[in-house]
């Protein structure tokens, strides 16, 4: 059974950059047509697509969020990694890691307030 389980900090400041990492465990992260990403939900908003990163290491990013995330991966430990630049408290969420051909495997989600 595929689980996800995000960690990092819970309080970052603005203009620091967040870093979350998704750690997968029962299965890899390399898994022909699997898409591992970032969601996140503001508070009384609805879900939000952060980016992915595919079986590949291919990548891709909300346009909304600019030049601000990256997302990496690191094969042997099956974790993934989100680092979003700059952050302001609008980036203020519930991050979410999912896992899969079609969102499938869920983390419990982390909040990050943005904070000084």
């Known amino acids: 059974q595929v689980q996800l389980q995000e960690s990092g900090p819970g309080l970052v400041k603005p203009s620091q950059t967040l870093s979350l990492t998704c750690t997968v465990s029962?299965?890899?992260?390399?898994?022909?047509?699997?898409?591992w990403s970032w969601l996140r939900q503001p508070p009384g908003k609805g879900l939000e697509f952060v980016g992915y990163?595919?079986?590949?290491?291919?990548?891709a990013y909300s346009p909304s969020l600019g030049n601000r995330p990256r997302i990496y991966r690191d094969t042997a430990k099956a974790q993934f990694t989100l680092q979003l630049s700059s952050v302001t408290p609008e980036d203020t969420a519930v991050y979410y890691c999912v896992g899969g051909v079609a969102y499938e495997h869920w983390g419990q989600g982390t909040q990050v307030t943005v904070s000084s």
């Open positions: 029962g299965g890899s992260i390399t898994i022909d047509k699997d898409y």
């Open positions: 990163i595919s079986w590949k290491g291919g990548t």
